[in-house]
T-cell receptor, first 110, second 114 residues
Framework: EDQVTQSPEALRLQEGESSSLNCSYTVSGLRGLFWYRQDPGKGPEFLFTLYSAGEEKEKERLKATLTKKESFLHITAPKPEDSATYLCAVQAASNYQLIWGAGTKLIIKP | DGGITQSPKYLFRKEGQNVTLSCEQNLNHDAMYWYRQDPGQGLRLIYYSQIVNDFQKGDIAEGYSVSREKKESFPLTVTSAQKNPTAFYLC?????????????FGPGTRLTVL
């Protein structure tokens, strides 16, 4: 069964304290892996798409990486405005639908 | 500005009522989607449409209905048959065409059953 698991469920960091969020997946052939950011009461905002193992993408303090079994979202020197829930989704080769993880709630304390 | 709009932002439903959530996009996207989001769970697909006048059921279509009469619009009706409709509803769109393409989301509608 295709599945996506995100960890940890919640992560509290001090401003400037770098860390990583994990998205592990089991799908029968990966077509793409997506990262989104969601603020409370709002729709998800697209961050990155990764297509193949070894691929990396960066945007400001965020860097996403991909292996054959998982993706990491690395956050370098985070600021309070980076606080949000980060969602991961995968698209299997056999199906155009996205399979979503439950998200990681990130809290950055000043 | 191109984007996706959803209305209303908040919606209250009484038991036994049908309610309709609006979703409009001006991105010229072919594909549109409806998701339901509950606390602690991943987004779950209700319905999707890859072209006008065609749509398919997602994982949790029971108690919901949709139409796709225009490319820009994909309204969702929550019927009285949906036993637990209180949730955050998200509409999304993508270019479509059977490729790996990014879904872009609207701001959401929070539905509460009174």
């Amino acid at each position: 069964e295709d599945q996506v698991t995100q960890s940890p469920e919640a992560l509290r960091l001090q401003e400037g304290e770098s860390s990583s969020l994990n998205c592990s997946y089991t799908v029968s052939g990966l077509r793409g892996l997506f990262w989104y950011r969601q603020d409370p009461g709002k729709g998800p905002e697209f961050l990155f798409t990764l297509y193949s193992a070894g691929e990396e993408k960066e945007k400001e303090r965020l860097k996403a990486t991909l292996t054959k079994k998982e993706s990491f979202l690395h956050i370098t020197a985070p600021k309070p405005e980076d606080s949000a829930t980060y969602l991961c989704a995968v698209q299997a080769a056999s199906n155009y639908q996205l399979i979503w993880g439950a998200g990681t709630k990130l809290i950055i304390k000043p | 500005d191109g984007g996706i709009t959803q209305s209303p932002k908040y919606l209250f439903r009484k038991e036994g009522q049908n309610v309709t959530l609006s979703c409009e996009q001006n991105l010229n996207h072919d594909a549109m989607y409806w998701y339901r989001q509950d606390p602690g769970q991943g987004l779950r697909l209700i319905y999707y449409s890859q072209i006008v006048n065609d749509f398919q059921k997602g994982d949790i279509a029971e108690g919901y209905s949709v139409s796709r009469e225009k490319k820009e619009s994909f309204p969702l009706t929550v019927t009285s048959a949906q036993k637990n409709p209180t949730a955050f509803y998200l509409c999304a769109s993508s270019r479509g065409g059977g490729i790996t393409d990014t879904q872009y989301f609207g701001p959401g509608t929070r539905l509460t059953v009174l």
